[in-house]
């Protein structure tokens, strides 16, 4: 079962140096395992998990926010999921005419 890590929670599945497979959520605040028994390579180059295969629920003191992020075009099929009128462009309205401030 799918298992949903908020970017905050210092484990392995939402740390920079996990090789584990893993998703974002659609407004990267989420990263998504396949479950918290997942695991993946650590990639510190020291430490206590150095070169370890770790799961996803594992933690340790050197734990960084990874840096992963959406696709432009994952956030394009992510919107066009929501009904509703489209944005396209917008413009700013004329307000009549300037006024000199002297």
Known sequence: MPQNYPKSLKNCAACDYWGGSRQVDTF????IVDSS????????????????DVRAASSCIRWRANS??????????????????RVTQMRAKPTGSRQSLR
């Open 28 to 31: 990267g605040q989420h990263v």
């Open 68 to 85: 992963l992020r959406i696709t432009v075009q994952e956030f394009i099929q992510a919107c066009s999921a929501f009904s509703g009128p």
């Open 37 to 52: 028994n997942s695991r993946g390579k650590c990639l510190l180059q020291s430490g206590a998990w150095k070169g370890q």
